[in-house]
């Protein structure tokens, strides 16, 4: 699938923003979603991943208890909505799909969008 992210920008300390992620070109509803992020020198890190259905979901401990992430399956898009942003939460932001299970290994994950990214100033 082809994966488009948006919904990235500049936000201060304690403030929200929603992503957003739009697939096309394949079956969404086959693929479980995940949410990945990269600051600039770190490795990609896993933020988020969702099922199939949307009935379950997975959050680092870095994010639990700020960020939800969900899925529509009739609009092929899936969303990560942060709350409570703090100055570390600054990256680049990837959605990525898998086909039928979700994983927290950003290596199981076959197609990636191009990043919206989120700067958090304190």
């Known amino acids: 699938v082809q994966l488009v992210e948006s919904g990235g920008g500049l936000v201060q300390a304690g403030g929200s923003l929603r992503l957003s992620c739009a697939a096309s070109?394949?079956?969404?509803?086959?693929?479980?979603m995940g949410w990945f992020r990269q600051a600039p020198g770190k490795e990609r890190e896993f933020v988020a991943a969702?099922?199939?259905?949307?009935?379950?979901?997975y959050y680092a401990d870095s994010v639990k208890g700020r960020f939800t992430i969900a899925r529509d399956n009739a609009k092929n898009t899936v969303f990560l909505q942060m709350n409570s942003l703090k100055p570390e939460d600054t990256a680049g932001y990837y959605c990525?799909?898998?086909?039928?299970?979700?994983?927290?290994?950003?290596?199981?994950?076959?197609?990636w969008g191009q990043g919206t990214q989120v700067t958090v100033s304190s």
């Open positions: 990525a799909a898998r086909l039928w299970a979700y994983s927290t290994n950003r290596r199981d994950y076959a197609d």
């Open positions: 969702i099922s199939l259905s949307g009935g379950s979901t």
């Open positions: 070109g394949g079956t969404f509803s086959n693929n479980a």
